[in-house]
């Protein structure tokens, strides 16, 4: 079993950056691939970023590509979510995952964080 726990959400001024971090505890592989999913009430959970075992690979959403940046440092188990230029519409619970194929779709990942909120005000 996989724990994750993410931090660093808050609230921001549109324009504002935030840094979201998750931790991961149990028993877990180097291999993990490793993402960020948001949602909003009402809406579906959306595919935001994804980065495989050793950084190699990375996917960001179209609408994020150029201001959010996904990282991660294996000695810590955690992965980074760089967020700049955030806009209103971000406002979100984001969501830590892990997984065993790099996809946007959230039910190829296995394991989920209890999500931190992100909220981006006008």
């Known amino acids: 079993q996989v724990q994750l726990v993410e931090s660093g959400g808050g609230l921001v001024q549109a324009g504002g950056s935030l840094r979201l971090s998750c931790a991961a505890s149990?028993?877990?592989?180097?291999?993990?691939?490793r993402g960020w999913f948001r949602q909003a009430p009402g809406k579906e959970r959306e595919f935001v970023a994804a980065i495989n075992w050793n950084g190699a690979s990375t996917a960001h959403a179209d609408s994020v590509k150029g201001r959010f940046t996904i990282s991660r440092d294996n000695a810590k188990n955690t992965v980074n979510l760089q967020m700049n230029s955030l806009k209103p519409e971000e406002t979100a619970v984001y969501y830590c995952?892990?997984?065993?194929?790099?996809?946007?779709?959230?039910?190829?990942?296995?394991?989920w964080g209890q999500g931190t909120q992100v909220t981006v005000s006008s």
């Open positions: 995952t892990a997984g065993y194929t790099l996809r946007t779709d959230p039910d190829g990942y296995s394991y």
């Open positions: 149990g028993r877990t592989a180097r291999s993990t691939v």
